[in-house]
């Protein structure tokens, strides 16, 4: 089993940045692989960022594309988010997920999920 707790949130204004961490615990993590989604309120929860268990292989949803960079320190068994060129409709709550297989993170399918961390941005 794997143990995922999100930080890194918070309130920014249009144009900034922040980075999203996310720590696992638990078990092997170079043994998962590890994405990012997000929630609006009223929305439903949609696919953000994935890496591959090396950190080799990386994607992203087309509307964060060359804005958020996904990135992970397997010896500090954490992945990052960093979100830059911050824009209102990012506003969301910012889940981690972590599955043996990328497939099944990019698809949502993840077998362990985060609490969340909230990312509010002001126009």
């Known amino acids: 089993q794997v143990q995922l707790v999100e930080s890194g949130g918070g309130l920014v204004q249009a144009g900034g940045s922040l980075r999203l961490s996310c720590a696992a615990s638990?078990?092997?993590?170079?043994?998962?692989?590890m994405g990012w989604f997000r929630q609006a309120p009223g929305k439903e929860r949609e696919f953000v960022a994935a890496?591959?268990?090396?950190?080799?292989?990386?994607y992203y949803a087309d509307s964060v594309k060359g804005r958020f960079t996904i990135s992970r320190d397997n010896a500090k068994n954490t992945v990052y988010l960093q979100m830059n060129s911050l824009k209102p409709d990012d506003t969301a709550v910012y889940y981690c997920?972590?599955?043996?297989?990328?497939?099944?993170?990019?698809?949502?399918?993840?077998?362990?999920w985060g609490q969340g961390t909230q990312v509010t941005v002001s126009s």
């Open positions: 638990g078990d092997t993590f170079s043994s998962y692989a």
């Open positions: 997920a972590a599955d043996r297989g990328l497939g099944g993170v990019r698809q949502g399918g993840s077998d362990y």
């Open positions: 890496i591959s268990r090396s950190g080799d292989n990386t």
